[in-house]
C-alpha cells in the first residue's frame, strides 16, 4: 500500500479551491448498500433478533426519514440498506452525505465544470401538510455497465426537511446533519451502534471508476494493489477485485454496548454474525 493518501486527491483538491471560491464540502458515510442471496436475505429480513435488538429498521413500504429499498438498518451516524436478488446480484453502493447546507449544489456546480458524467433526483416524502421535497442526491454514471455494479452516490437533506424536523427538536434550518435525521428512528437501547468498516470484492473495472470519481470529490483514496481503501470519518471501505464473485465479504461494527455471552447467529447458509469481545461485532459473508 502506497503511505499516505494519493497525491492525486490533493492536485484535484487544489485544483478544484483554485476553481472555484467556495470549497467541496467534506463528506461523510450516510448509506452502505449491500445485495445478498435470496436464502439469506430473507433469513436477515425475518430476524426478529436483527429487526429489533440489533437495530431498528425501516423497509421500502415504511414511512421513514430516509431513503430505503429492502431492509434498512439505522445506526447513530449511517445506515445499512439490505436488499434481496430482485436487485443486481452482487451489486453494492456507497452513499456520501453533504452534512452542509448548500453543499451538493457546490459539488454539482463542480461536477458540471469538469464535465464528469452524473444525474442528480430529489426524494420526496408525505406528511400531514402534504408532500415535501426531502432529500437531493447526486450519482455518478460512467459508461461501465455490470450486473455486477458498485453505486456512488452524495446526499444532502433539504430545507423543507429541516424544517420539518425542527418541529420536534428545535434545531436550526441550516443542520443538516445525518444524526438529526437518524437519531430519531433509533431504539433506546438497540446493539447497534454504527457501521466502522466493509470489505467488498468489486468488478475491477467499476473500482477503477469509483477511484477516480472520490478523487474529483476531494476523498482521500489508498491503492492496495488493484483495489483501493476509502477512509471516511469513523468509516474505512476496502474495494477488492472480485475475481470470481462481486458481493459483500465482511461488515464490521461499533456496538453501543456489549452483547451478553458474545453470541454468533447465521443467516442463510454462509454468513455469520459474531459479537465480542467488547463493544464491536463482525459480519462474515
Known sequence: MRRGLLLGANV???ATLGAQATPLPRLVLSRLTITLDSATYHDVATSPFLLGQFAAYVNATSSQSVPCAGVCLIGRHSYLEVRGPDHFAGSAGLTLASERAGGLDVIL????AVQLPFDT??????????SFPALLRWRATTGVSTSQGFSLSVTEYLLAAAQRAKVA???PDEDRSRDRFLTPLMLKDQL??????????????EIAVVRTRLLDLGVGVLDEGEGVVIPL???????????????VRKLEFALSREALANPTYHFGPVSRLLFGPGRVAVWEF
Open 12 to 14: 484535484l483538491c487544489a
Open 109 to 112: 456546480a463542480h461536477e458540471r
Open 121 to 130: 433526483t430529489t426524494w420526496s416524502r408525505a406528511d400531514s401538510t402534504g
Open 169 to 171: 427538536d428545535s434545531q
Open 192 to 205: 447497534f451502534a454504527e457501521i466502522t468498516a466493509a470489505t467488498l470484492a468489486v468488478p475491477v473495472k
Open 233 to 247: 470519518s469513523g468509516f474505512t471501505l476496502r474495494l477488492e477485485p472480485a475475481w470470481e464473485k462481486a458481493g
